[in-house]
């Protein structure tokens, strides 16, 4: 019989569970899974993107300044056929900085820092440098993502977890020049070091995620949560408590002021701006004055993208609506798993990330981007790898998985409207 990792460890002291983690042997079956899954994943992804440019007549995306990139055949599309939309701009920041008189302010540093730090070591190759960025972050964050599944059910859910991931629907912006790897990466690295009892790293890591994305204040919620509730379980005798000579109150103090660590990401960034620029509030103005998302109430988003997506689902060359919808439909009800099932610090970072994107809407299509959003939601991933301990279901899941995202991959690389 399979024991999991979480009953194994249950009587050890979390000082203990964390040496076992950083053990060379335990993490090389992480590894070389991810790895392998990764590569398939990859290798599929190129083939994608060279039948796309092959069969179809790609619509270029408008650059930063304005400006259509030209097109040129050659091989170079399987890889350069993927950047367009966002990834323009993270390429643009990386090269020039921030600008007052553009839509940088909307993109945050930490991921166009990191391609300007690695492009050095490309010669300047800032794409180059951007897709090794976004792909070593894809695999520490599916090694990382491995061993907290792991710890938390057992290696078999953890492989299927990582397989499963990785052929999300909109999981080839993992593979992109897009930021959400590196989001994927903190957020996954933050809350397994709470995890683990290492909350000072916890704290510093997810400052990197606030510092990704805006959403990154979900992970500070979550860890705020796990923070309470490793206190609760310690007075209630469920976890051991690691040897210090801190009192129970003394170290839930502690736990929560490294849990509120991330919001510093927020803050300096807002900061370098009113330094900068004398204009602290322009990197939230730009989601209204440039994207056209304004604050709406999650349930009216969701009621607008729903009678959009039955208005227009009908309607040739009018779908986006409904494969918004369908998405995001289908993520609310695993996110619902989570509530139910799983720890209270998922199902915080889980529908505290749901309930951000749903809260800046862009009228004209509520539910945009939306999709892309739900592939760092990693707890979303758990119910799917518990349905597949059956083999049909498994089968299932990945076909029709998989499938999507072949789909809405070409979508990506031959129009404009996925975002």
Not at 110 to 120: D, K, S
Not at 380 to 392: C, M, N, Q, T
Request: charged share 15%; hydrophobic share 50%.
């Amino acid at each position: 019989m399979t024991v999991s990792v979480a009953d194994k460890h249950r009587d050890e002291p979390s000082g203990a569970a964390s040496g076992r983690l950083h053990g060379a042997r335990d993490w090389l079956p992480a590894l070389t899974y991810s790895a392998g899954v990764y590569l398939v994943v990859r290798v599929g992804l190129l083939l994608l993107g060279a039948a796309t440019w092959g069969l179809t007549g790609e619509r270029a995306s408008v650059a930063p300044d304005g400006s259509v990139p030209a097109l040129t055949n050659g091989w170079h599309n399987v890889l350069t056929g993927w950047n367009k939309q966002d990834s323009l701009w993270f390429l643009q920041i990386a090269q020039h900085g921030y600008s007052a008189h553009d839509g940088s302010a909307a993109f945050f540093p930490a991921y166009p820092t990191l391609i300007r730090a690695v492009g050095y070591l490309c010669l300047g190759h800032l794409y180059l440098a951007a897709y090794l960025v976004s792909n070593v972050a894809l695999l520490a964050a599916l090694v990382i993502l491995y061993r907290l599944t792991e710890r938390e059910y057992d290696e078999a859910t953890a492989r299927r977890t990582v397989l499963y991931i990785c052929v999300f629907p909109t999981a080839f912006f993992l593979f992109d020049t897009y930021s959400e790897a590196l989001f994927l990466l903190a957020a996954v690295a933050a809350l397994a070091l709470a995890r683990s009892g290492r909350w000072g790293w916890a704290g510093l890591v997810g400052i990197v995620a606030t510092l990704t994305r805006g959403a990154g204040v979900a992970v500070a919620a979550a860890l705020a949560v796990e923070a309470v509730h490793q206190a609760i379980e310690e007075r209630r005798g469920v976890q051991p408590v690691r040897a210090t000579r801190l009192g129970l109150a003394p170290r839930t103090i502690v736990r929560l002021g490294a849990s509120a660590l991330p919001l510093a990401g927020v803050g300096c960034y807002l900061l370098f701006w009113q330094l900068r620029y004398h204009d602290w509030y322009r990197p939230i103005r730009l989601e209204n004055s440039n994207w056209g998302r304004v604050f709406t109430l999650p349930w009216q988003t969701l009621w607008h993208g729903l009678n959009m997506a039955w208005r227009y689902g009908q309607a040739g060359n009018a779908g986006w609506w409904t494969l918004d919808f369908v998405l995001v439909a289908a993520g609310i009800v695993l996110a619902v798993w989570v509530a139910v099932r799983a720890r209270p610090a998922y199902a915080v970072y889980t529908w505290a990330s749901i309930l951000l994107f749903l809260c800046a809407a862009w009228p004209g299509r509520p539910l945009a981007s939306d999709p892309r959003y739900l592939v760092t939601i990693f707890p979303l991933i758990w119910p799917l790898a518990r349905l597949g301990r059956r083999p049909g279901a498994h089968q299932a899941v990945v076909g029709v998985s998989a499938a999507a995202m072949a789909v809405v991959g070409w979508l990506f690389l031959s129009t404009t409207l996925v975002f």
